[in-house]
Structure formats: structure tokens, C-alpha cells
T-cell receptor, first 112, second 113 residues
């Protein structure tokens, strides 16, 4: 089944403890992207990638890192999480421009 | 910079009434616009792409470049249409890369019996 898979689905962690949220797609898509969703703010883009080893900042990149070493994987790294990064995170992938993105099920992160 | 504005946070209509969810955009190039839907506790799903000019679940949207709008419409609302709807624009990123998708803040549609 064609899909975008994120792990974990839920995560509660403490301030400052490095974490990684994984994202994998099996559709051979060129583009991948990370968003955070917060009440009243909609979805805001964190980073996106146009292909292997090619990434670009989105609208809210501070406090996050990404890497695209393989086409199928696009992990999101929080080196030192803070409570203001508590949010619902979505990974998405797209075949090419104009096709739209396919979204994962989301990762609900709580930083205490 | 690209921007998408959805002026209504909540739209409540009765079943069978027409629905129009507003979306305005700001973009210097030629935009690619989309509507996404998110049902309660589910992932976002692509509803419409303006380039395909399709009708999905009875919804349509027309790109009006003069008014920079891409409003979503449905002639008769159904209870199962209740969801959060996001308008999105695909444009260029900071380094010129394409397919950077920017979302509006969303409109919650509530269809009442």
C-alpha cells in the first residue's frame, strides 16, 4: 500500500533530550516535507526536501534539523526540545509539482 | 513570499444548504492551488487540485487570478462534510526549489441537521 509512515505516533519527552521522528515513503516521491499543526495556526512548514541531499527551510525551521540521505526517508531531529515544540507533526511526500502531497498519520509530541 | 488566507475559522450550515469556503492567496508567480480536508483525528487528504478542474465529493473550486481567490463550493451540504478544510498554495522555496506547499489556517465546516 502506498503510504507515508511516521514513527512514533505519540511521544512525551523532557526538555533538552534529543529526539528523532522518522518518516518513510514507499512511493518513490521526489519531494518530502515536515509540518507542525497548532490550534488556530493551521499547518506551518518546518523543512522540505526536493531530492536526496537537497533541503530548504520552511516557515518555522528554528530548533529543528532534517536530513535526506535516501529518497524514501526524511527524519526530523530535535536536538534540544523545548515545551514550545509541543505540537502535532506531519510528514508528507509528493511525486512532483502540481500533484499535491500525501500525508502521514501524524506524531503528537509533548515536551515537558 | 507566498501566503494563503482563509478568513473564516468556523462555518456552520444546515444540511442541504450551499457551502462556500473562502480562500485568497498572495504569490508573485503562477500559483498551483489545492484544497485539503482533515476529518476528526485523521490525516490530511488531498481533496482538489486546481489544475485538474475536477469535482470530488460534490466539491468544486475555481481559480480566479483577478481576485486571487480559490473558493471551495458545494451546492448541497451533507453531514459527512463536517471537517477542517485547508487551502494550500504550491510555490517556490527560499532557494528557488519548487513544490513548497503553504497552508492557510483552515476553516472548520460544521453541517447541522
Amino acid at each position: 500500500e502506498a503510504q507515508v509512515t511516521q514513527n512514533p505516533r505519540y511521544l512525551i519527552t523532557v526538555t533538552g533530550k534529543k529526539l528523532t521522528v522518522t518518516c518513510s515513503q514507499n512511493m518513490n516521491h521526489e519531494y518530502m516535507s515536515w509540518y507542525r499543526q497548532d490550534p488556530g495556526l493551521g499547518l506551518r512548514q518546518i523543512y522540505y526536501s526536493m531530492n536526496v541531499e537537497v533541503t530548504d527551510k520552511g516557515d518555522v525551521p528554528e530548533g529543528y534539523k532534517v536530513s535526506r540521505k535516501e529518497k524514501r526517508n526524511f527524519p526530523l531531529i530535535l536536538e534540544s526540545p523545548s515545551p514550545n515544540q509541543t505540537s502535532l507533526y506531519f510528514c508528507a511526500s509528493s511525486l512532483r509539482e502540481g500533484y499535491g502531497y500525501t500525508f502521514g498519520s501524524g506524531t503528537r509530541l509533548t515536551v515537558v | 513570499a507566498q501566503r494563503v488566507t482563509q478568513p473564516e475559522k468556523l462555518l456552520s450550515v444546515f444540511k442541504g444548504a450551499p457551502v462556500e469556503l473562502k480562500c485568497n492567496y498572495s504569490y508573485s508567480g503562477s500559483p498551483e492551488l489545492f484544497w485539503y480536508v482533515q476529518y476528526s483525528r485523521q490525516r490530511l487528504q488531498l481533496l482538489l487540485r486546481h489544475i485538474s478542474r475536477e469535482s470530488i465529493k460534490g466539491f468544486t473550486a475555481d481559480l480566479n487570478k483577478g481576485e486571487t481567490s480559490f473558493h471551495l463550493k458545494k451546492p448541497f451540504a451533507q453531514e459527512e462534510d463536517s471537517a477542517m478544510y485547508y487551502c494550500a498554495l504550491s510555490g517556490r522555496g527560499l532557494t528557488g526549489g519548487g513544490n513548497k506547499l503553504t497552508f492557510g489556517t483552515g476553516t472548520q465546516l460544521k453541517v447541522e441537521l
